[in-house]
T-cell receptor, first 118, second 109 residues
Protein backbone atom coordinates (compact mmCIF):
# COMPACT_ATOMS: atom_id res chain seq x y z
CA UNK A 1 0.00 0.00 0.00
CA UNK A 2 0.86 3.67 -0.15
CA UNK A 3 3.19 5.11 2.48
CA UNK A 4 2.67 8.25 4.50
CA UNK A 5 5.34 9.60 6.82
CA UNK A 6 5.14 12.09 9.65
CA UNK A 7 7.85 14.08 11.29
CA UNK A 8 8.60 14.34 14.11
CA UNK A 9 7.32 11.20 15.84
CA UNK A 10 7.64 12.76 19.28
CA UNK A 11 7.92 16.38 20.34
CA UNK A 12 8.07 18.00 23.74
CA UNK A 13 7.84 21.77 23.90
CA UNK A 14 7.30 24.56 26.35
CA UNK A 15 3.98 26.30 26.68
CA UNK A 16 3.71 29.25 24.32
CA UNK A 17 5.97 27.90 21.61
CA UNK A 18 4.94 26.76 18.15
CA UNK A 19 5.37 23.27 16.77
CA UNK A 20 5.34 22.20 13.12
CA UNK A 21 4.40 18.68 12.09
CA UNK A 22 5.07 17.45 8.57
CA UNK A 23 3.05 14.86 6.69
CA UNK A 24 4.42 13.42 3.46
CA UNK A 25 3.02 10.95 0.96
CA UNK A 26 6.09 9.06 -0.17
CA UNK A 27 4.99 7.13 -3.22
CA UNK A 28 1.82 8.78 -4.42
CA UNK A 29 0.34 12.21 -4.93
CA UNK A 30 -2.19 13.12 -2.29
CA UNK A 31 -4.94 15.36 -3.57
CA UNK A 32 -6.39 15.52 -0.08
CA UNK A 33 -4.80 15.29 3.33
CA UNK A 34 -6.56 15.02 6.65
CA UNK A 35 -5.38 15.99 10.10
CA UNK A 36 -6.71 14.15 13.12
CA UNK A 37 -6.22 14.50 16.83
CA UNK A 38 -6.66 11.68 19.28
CA UNK A 39 -6.77 12.04 23.03
CA UNK A 40 -6.07 9.00 25.24
CA UNK A 41 -8.74 6.33 25.05
CA UNK A 42 -10.78 8.36 22.58
CA UNK A 43 -11.46 7.96 18.89
CA UNK A 44 -9.95 9.95 16.09
CA UNK A 45 -11.25 13.49 15.81
CA UNK A 46 -10.98 15.11 12.40
CA UNK A 47 -9.49 18.57 12.73
CA UNK A 48 -9.29 19.70 9.14
CA UNK A 49 -9.24 18.64 5.53
CA UNK A 50 -6.81 20.19 3.10
CA UNK A 51 -6.65 20.03 -0.65
CA UNK A 52 -3.44 20.87 -2.45
CA UNK A 53 -3.19 24.55 -3.28
CA UNK A 54 -6.30 25.65 -1.42
CA UNK A 55 -7.22 26.66 2.09
CA UNK A 56 -7.97 23.96 4.61
CA UNK A 57 -11.51 23.26 5.75
CA UNK A 58 -11.65 23.14 9.52
CA UNK A 59 -14.11 21.16 11.58
CA UNK A 60 -16.39 22.97 13.98
CA UNK A 61 -14.61 23.91 17.17
CA UNK A 62 -11.11 23.80 15.68
CA UNK A 63 -9.37 27.19 15.73
CA UNK A 64 -7.87 27.83 12.31
CA UNK A 65 -5.59 30.57 13.66
CA UNK A 66 -4.16 28.18 16.20
CA UNK A 67 -3.78 25.15 13.98
CA UNK A 68 -2.25 26.39 10.74
CA UNK A 69 -2.36 23.97 7.84
CA UNK A 70 -0.37 24.34 4.65
CA UNK A 71 -0.79 21.87 1.79
CA UNK A 72 1.71 23.39 -0.59
CA UNK A 73 2.34 20.37 -2.77
CA UNK A 74 0.78 17.05 -3.67
CA UNK A 75 3.15 15.25 -1.32
CA UNK A 76 3.46 17.55 1.68
CA UNK A 77 1.13 19.05 4.24
CA UNK A 78 2.17 20.75 7.45
CA UNK A 79 0.28 21.40 10.67
CA UNK A 80 1.61 24.16 12.91
CA UNK A 81 0.32 24.33 16.45
CA UNK A 82 0.82 27.95 17.40
CA UNK A 83 1.30 29.10 20.99
CA UNK A 84 0.88 25.57 22.24
CA UNK A 85 -0.58 24.93 25.67
CA UNK A 86 -0.72 21.78 27.79
CA UNK A 87 -4.28 21.08 26.65
CA UNK A 88 -2.94 20.75 23.10
CA UNK A 89 -0.96 17.69 24.18
CA UNK A 90 -2.29 14.88 22.05
CA UNK A 91 -1.57 12.35 19.33
CA UNK A 92 -1.77 14.06 15.94
CA UNK A 93 -2.26 11.81 12.92
CA UNK A 94 -2.37 12.75 9.27
CA UNK A 95 -3.81 10.75 6.45
CA UNK A 96 -3.65 11.16 2.71
CA UNK A 97 -5.96 10.22 -0.09
CA UNK A 98 -5.88 10.39 -3.81
CA UNK A 99 -9.07 9.88 -5.72
CA UNK A 100 -9.02 6.87 -7.95
CA UNK A 101 -6.47 4.88 -6.00
CA UNK A 102 -7.52 1.29 -6.20
CA UNK A 103 -11.20 0.50 -6.18
CA UNK A 104 -12.04 2.88 -3.39
CA UNK A 105 -10.87 6.08 -1.82
CA UNK A 106 -8.85 4.65 1.02
CA UNK A 107 -7.08 6.96 3.39
CA UNK A 108 -3.48 6.08 4.15
CA UNK A 109 -2.38 7.03 7.63
CA UNK A 110 0.90 8.40 8.84
CA UNK A 111 2.42 6.92 12.00
CA UNK A 112 1.33 9.87 14.15
CA UNK A 113 3.08 12.55 16.18
CA UNK A 114 2.94 12.56 19.96
CA UNK A 115 2.94 16.18 21.18
CA UNK A 116 3.55 16.97 24.83
CA UNK A 117 3.36 20.58 25.93
CA UNK A 118 4.89 21.32 29.30
CA UNK B 1 -26.83 13.90 12.41
CA UNK B 2 -24.24 11.29 11.57
CA UNK B 3 -23.60 8.52 14.03
CA UNK B 4 -21.49 5.40 14.29
CA UNK B 5 -22.08 3.01 17.19
CA UNK B 6 -19.87 0.18 18.31
CA UNK B 7 -19.26 -1.43 21.71
CA UNK B 8 -16.69 0.24 23.91
CA UNK B 9 -14.88 -2.87 25.00
CA UNK B 10 -14.95 -6.62 24.43
CA UNK B 11 -13.04 -9.50 25.95
CA UNK B 12 -12.26 -12.81 24.27
CA UNK B 13 -10.05 -15.83 24.76
CA UNK B 14 -6.99 -16.71 22.71
CA UNK B 15 -7.92 -19.12 19.94
CA UNK B 16 -11.60 -18.20 20.02
CA UNK B 17 -13.80 -16.16 17.65
CA UNK B 18 -15.11 -12.65 18.32
CA UNK B 19 -17.58 -10.48 16.42
CA UNK B 20 -17.46 -6.70 16.72
CA UNK B 21 -20.64 -4.97 15.59
CA UNK B 22 -21.04 -1.52 14.12
CA UNK B 23 -24.25 0.35 13.28
CA UNK B 24 -24.32 3.61 11.40
CA UNK B 25 -26.47 6.50 10.29
CA UNK B 26 -24.75 8.79 7.82
CA UNK B 27 -25.42 11.30 5.07
CA UNK B 28 -24.85 9.05 2.11
CA UNK B 29 -22.72 5.97 1.93
CA UNK B 30 -19.57 5.29 -0.04
CA UNK B 31 -18.31 2.33 1.88
CA UNK B 32 -17.47 1.11 5.36
CA UNK B 33 -13.96 0.60 6.65
CA UNK B 34 -12.53 -1.33 9.56
CA UNK B 35 -9.19 -0.25 11.01
CA UNK B 36 -7.04 -1.76 13.73
CA UNK B 37 -5.21 0.55 16.10
CA UNK B 38 -2.67 -0.57 18.67
CA UNK B 39 -2.06 1.78 21.59
CA UNK B 40 0.17 4.68 20.64
CA UNK B 41 0.10 3.85 16.95
CA UNK B 42 -1.83 5.09 13.93
CA UNK B 43 -4.72 3.03 12.54
CA UNK B 44 -4.00 0.35 9.98
CA UNK B 45 -6.45 -0.71 7.32
CA UNK B 46 -8.24 -4.05 7.73
CA UNK B 47 -11.18 -4.15 5.36
CA UNK B 48 -13.54 -2.26 3.11
CA UNK B 49 -17.18 -3.11 2.26
CA UNK B 50 -19.36 -1.20 -0.15
CA UNK B 51 -21.71 -4.00 -1.26
CA UNK B 52 -23.83 -6.21 0.97
CA UNK B 53 -22.26 -9.44 2.04
CA UNK B 54 -19.20 -10.96 3.59
CA UNK B 55 -15.61 -10.16 2.68
CA UNK B 56 -13.08 -12.66 3.95
CA UNK B 57 -9.39 -11.94 4.36
CA UNK B 58 -7.48 -14.57 6.27
CA UNK B 59 -8.49 -14.68 9.90
CA UNK B 60 -10.54 -11.50 9.51
CA UNK B 61 -13.92 -11.16 7.80
CA UNK B 62 -16.20 -8.16 7.48
CA UNK B 63 -19.92 -8.14 6.76
CA UNK B 64 -22.17 -5.34 5.55
CA UNK B 65 -25.92 -4.83 5.33
CA UNK B 66 -26.66 -1.42 3.86
CA UNK B 67 -30.42 -1.71 4.38
CA UNK B 68 -29.87 -2.25 8.09
CA UNK B 69 -26.97 0.19 8.46
CA UNK B 70 -24.99 -2.61 10.03
CA UNK B 71 -21.59 -4.18 9.78
CA UNK B 72 -19.50 -6.58 11.78
CA UNK B 73 -15.87 -7.55 11.92
CA UNK B 74 -15.24 -11.21 12.67
CA UNK B 75 -11.88 -12.29 14.04
CA UNK B 76 -11.08 -16.00 14.11
CA UNK B 77 -8.32 -17.96 15.84
CA UNK B 78 -7.61 -15.03 18.09
CA UNK B 79 -4.02 -14.29 18.95
CA UNK B 80 -2.64 -12.15 21.74
CA UNK B 81 -1.38 -9.64 19.16
CA UNK B 82 -5.01 -9.01 18.15
CA UNK B 83 -5.45 -7.05 21.36
CA UNK B 84 -6.11 -3.56 20.01
CA UNK B 85 -8.84 -1.08 19.29
CA UNK B 86 -10.97 -1.72 16.23
CA UNK B 87 -12.40 1.33 14.52
CA UNK B 88 -15.43 1.32 12.27
CA UNK B 89 -15.62 4.21 9.80
CA UNK B 90 -18.14 5.11 7.11
CA UNK B 91 -17.36 7.22 4.07
CA UNK B 92 -20.21 9.62 3.53
CA UNK B 93 -21.49 11.29 0.37
CA UNK B 94 -18.68 13.87 0.55
CA UNK B 95 -16.06 11.11 0.75
CA UNK B 96 -15.34 12.06 4.33
CA UNK B 97 -14.73 9.32 6.88
CA UNK B 98 -17.07 9.33 9.85
CA UNK B 99 -15.43 7.46 12.71
CA UNK B 100 -16.85 5.32 15.47
CA UNK B 101 -15.33 5.62 18.94
CA UNK B 102 -13.62 2.27 18.56
CA UNK B 103 -13.93 -1.08 20.33
CA UNK B 104 -11.12 -2.07 22.64
CA UNK B 105 -10.58 -5.81 22.29
CA UNK B 106 -8.86 -7.58 25.16
CA UNK B 107 -7.53 -11.08 24.49
CA UNK B 108 -6.97 -13.35 27.47
CA UNK B 109 -4.82 -16.49 27.44
Amino acid sequence: GAVVSQHPSWVICKSGTSVKIECRSLDFQATTMFWYRQFPKQSLMLMATSNEGSKATYEQGVEKDKFLINHASLTLSTLTVTSAHPEDSSFYICSARTLGTGDYNEQFFGPGTRLTVL
Amino acid sequence: GQNIDQPTEMTATEGAIVQINCTYQTSGFNGLFWYQQHAGEAPTFLSYNVLDGLEEKGRFSSFLSRSKGYSYLLLKELQMKDSASYLCAVMDSNYQLIWGAGTKLIIKP
